[in-house]
């Protein structure tokens, strides 16, 4: 059987449901390889994991996804492979969770503008000290009665521009792409087929991106075919992943992506030229 591998997953650091060491359960079962948990602006779930697979088996890497701006839109940029312990790293993410933390606010106050009376204090208690995102706040809109569904809340308010939306404060890609480099990891453009915006490839490349996604929940044969065209064409490395939340109705699960082994080998070899 061939070996496979998953490098995009969330876990309740963030805004997934699991904890690192049930991640890690359930890529034993499933017999992978290599994993890495690349929760949003955190790595908390990082040394759990590693300890928790410690001579299991299985293989953790540091992982995380962080938010870059570009122009009006949001662009992912996943982050592996770095010091866990790098201070320059863990402040700035302190930084980017306390953003969201003010964010959140901002938007609980949209919502009590908009008559849904809503307590920010429950927001927090959702986040349970997680990176705080739009997910928690839909989950409290739909235990508040407010939304019919957890995809309601987003489809009718918290969509990028509705009414409860307030943008993040964000990085540009190349600051992005930097502070994993000054880390000694490596960057890869999450979901190219999500962000839909190929034409910028070439300026990321310059920026010094790494790899790129290819495996992903959007991404279906056409597009992983195109992306890898694309990734050869500019050098890139393969990566790719479930980006499991264990949400139901959010992507899918640990290992649901095929990701073959060999990737993370084109990966290693991508940050050794790096950190030579
Ligand atoms: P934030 O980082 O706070 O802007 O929230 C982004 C997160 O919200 C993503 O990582 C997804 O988990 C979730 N999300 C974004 N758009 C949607 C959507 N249309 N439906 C459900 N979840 C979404
Ligand atoms: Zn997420
Ligand atoms: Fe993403
Ligand atoms: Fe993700």
């Not at 106050?109 to 349970?128: I, P, R, S």
């Not at 989950?139 to 939306?165: I, R, T």
Request: with cysteine.
């Amino acid at each position: 059987m061939p070996d496979y591998i998953d490098l995009h997953i969330h876990t309740f650091f963030s805004d997934g449901r699991q904890s690192p060491e049930n991640v890690v359960d359930d890529a034993l079962k499933l017999g992978l390889k290599v994993i890495a948990l690349t929760d949003h602006d955190s790595v908390g779930g990082f040394r759990p994991a590693f300890d928790y697979a410690a001579d299991k088996g299985l293989e953790v890497i540091t992982g995380i996804e962080l938010s870059a701006a570009w122009g009006e839109d949001d662009i992912h940029i996943l982050g592996y492979l770095f010091r866990d312990d790098d201070s320059h790293l863990l402040e700035m993410l302190d930084k980017f969770r306390q953003i969201r933390h003010e964010r959140c606010k901002k938007m609980v106050t949209k919502l009590n503008q908009l008559g849904m009376k809503t307590d920010f204090e429950q927001v927090l208690k959702k986040a349970e000290g997680a990176t705080i995102g739009r997910p928690h706040l839909a989950e409290v809109m739909l235990e508040n009665k407010f939304v019919a569904s957890y995809n309601d809340a987003f489809q009718k308010y918290l969509y990028v521009g509705g009414p409860v939306y307030v943008p993040k404060a964000k990085l540009t890609p190349s600051e992005a792409i930097e502070l994993l480099h000054q880390a000694g990891g490596v960057a890869v453009l999450a979901h190219p087929a999500l962000t839909d915006r190929d034409a910028m490839i070439a300026e990321l490349v310059s920026s010094g991106m790494d790899g790129i996604e290819i495996f992903h929940p959007t991404q279906k044969k056409s597009a992983r075919k195109k992306y890898r065209q694309i990734g050869e064409q500019f050098g890139l490395f393969f990566s790719g992943g479930s980006d499991s939340h264990h949400r139901k109705g959010r992507y899918g699960d640990t290992g649901d992506q095929k990701v073959p082994y060999e990737y993370y080998l084109g990966m290693m070899q991508a940050w050794e030229k790096r950190n030579k």
